[in-house]
């Protein structure tokens, strides 16, 4: 049992006394139960200065990683593009069309039921994401133009582009016998979409570190707990493969 919660029971109890019976409580009973009370409410103060120190020092390490707000030229504007590339290619409006693309393309029922789960599984990322996002109410670095783009939302936590790293990342690597270079080349690229967040001002540390954890969790569940086994998309193949090859595809 922590220390707090101990003391939080015991002045509980002297509480319950006091109510029931305050004619029988000594003074010296009653002093105790002050000073365990004002103990509570110092370490209460000491956890919550605790947290805002964190938040300061996440705040601190997000603005020092800024440096391509403002980048005008040299190598501050290469890396400004290639951040700006990773962040398209790591949207949404992105990753689930050409996920989409991928199946219509699959030559067999094996690639088809990986990807079409992989997909299943973004949305399930997708709605995880924006319930937390809601729950949290976290608003983004005020340098952040992300909440003037259209469809895109002005909390901060979890980043979604992280989180989506984070599924993608594990379900890529861990569903399929893959190289060691197939796997460097996923986590490269996926590291370069969240650090994209950083740079571009768009998100906090914690926020890309939290999402990159939530999406990785997401993965383990869906692949868990959720994963369609591929005969259950034997059907579905038969017919999207009809129909791509009615159109000569």
């Known amino acids: 049992m922590s220390e707090v919660l101990r003391k939080r029971l015991i002045s509980q109890e002297y509480i319950s006394q006091f109510s029931e019976d305050a004619d029988n409580i000594s003074s010296a009973e009653a ?95 997708e709605i995880v994401k924006i319930l937390m996002k809601a729950t949290v109410g976290r608003k983004r670095p005020e340098c952040s133009e992300a909440a003037n783009f259209p469809g895109v939302s002005n909390f901060s936590f979890p980043s979604g582009h992280s989180s989506r790293m984070g599924i993608l990342g594990y379900l890529l690597i861990t569903t399929q016998d893959r190289s060691v270079q197939y796997c460097v080349i996923v986590v490269l690229l996926a590291l370069l979409v969240c650090s994209s967040r950083i740079m571009l001002g768009r998100h906090y540390v914690s926020d890309v570190v939290g999402g990159l954890s939530i999406g990785t969790v997401n993965g383990i569940v869906y692949s868990g707990w959720f994963w369609v086994v591929e005969e259950n998309f034997q059907g579905i193949f038969l017919k999207i493969t009809n129909f791509t090859e009615g159109f000569g595809l």
């Open 31 to 125: 002093e105790e139960a002050g000073d365990i009370i004002s103990s509570i409410i110092e370490l209460q103060e000491e956890e919550t200065s605790w947290i805002t120190w964190l938040l300061e020092q996440d705040k601190l390490a997000t603005a020092s990683l800024q440096v391509l707000q403002g980048a005008e030229s040299g190598l501050y504007l290469s890396l400004l593009t290639v951040f700006i590339l990773c962040e398209i290619l790591g949207g949404a409006v992105t990753l689930i069309p050409a996920n989409i693309a991928v199946i219509l393309a699959a030559p067999n029922l094996h690639t088809f039921s990986l990807y079409f789960n992989i997909l299943l599984a973004q949305f399930y990322d």
